[in-house]
């Protein structure tokens, strides 16, 4: 569940990312946007767990970019009514490692 305040909705400046990214396991910022690659053991495994995130992702308000191929999922987060990695896509890419490590 996002705990999450609209007040704490903002753009990240360049430092408070790399300050973020570096905290997030697995994610690093490509192209402008935090990035994450999953691999699972199958197809039915990896779209679970897409809707396991689906669910998290609209409570936030807040949807990732994402492509599956099989037993793969590529993600990207940005906010783009903010133009940049927010408060936000910080709080995701969390709730997605939390997912994924359980």
């Known amino acids: 569940m996002c705990t999450m305040k609209v007040e704490d909705y903002r753009k990240l400046s360049e430092s408070e990312i790399q ?4 905290k997030l396991s697995g994610w690093k910022v490509i192209n402008g946007k ?3 690659s999953l691999d699972f053991d199958n197809f039915v495994n990896a779209f679970g767990f897409m809707t396991k995130v689906a669910l998290e992702a609209e409570k936030m308000n ?4 994402w492509m ?4 793969r999922i590529e993600i990207n987060l940005i906010t783009h ?3 940049g990695i927010s408060t936000f896509d910080v709080k995701l890419a969390g709730l997605i490692n939390n997912l994924y490590e359980q």
Not at 62 to 65: R, S
């Open 19 to 22: 300050t973020e990214v570096v």
């Open 62 to 65: 807040h949807h990732p970019e």
């Open 34 to 36: 935090l990035n994450r």
């Open 81 to 83: 009514d903010l133009d």
């Open 68 to 71: 599956n191929v099989y037993n």
